[in-house]
């Protein structure tokens, strides 16, 4: 599916479960968990694929990681 799909995988989590039942967002509720981070790391991935379809012509990824 090549640019379809995501490079980050996020895992079943009970930290997204428990932040769910405290209606906040997991990177509030529990902002330097792993999962957190990974759910981090898909919001820079989808910046940059934003980035490219605006910018076909340019290399770069949008800035630093």
Same mark, same amino acid.
């Given at each position: 599916?090549?640019? %379809?799909?995501?490079?980050?995988?996020? !895992?079943? &989590?009970?930290?997204? /479960?428990?932040?769910?039942?405290?209606? %906040?967002?997991?990177?509030?509720?529990? !902002?330097? &968990?792993?999962?957190? /981070?990974?759910?981090?790391?898909?919001?820079?991935?989808?910046?940059?694929?934003?980035?490219?379809?605006?910018?076909?012509?340019?290399?770069?990824?949008?800035?630093?990681?």
């Amino acid at each position: 599916l090549g640019g %379809k799909v995501f490079k980050i995988c996020i !895992p079943r &989590s009970i930290k997204v /479960e428990e932040s769910q039942a405290m209606r %906040k967002p997991v990177t509030y509720a529990f !902002p330097f &968990s792993d999962i957190a /981070e990974l759910y981090k790391e898909l919001a820079r991935e989808i910046q940059v694929r934003l980035y490219m379809k605006d910018n076909p012509g340019d290399d770069e990824e949008g800035g630093d990681r």
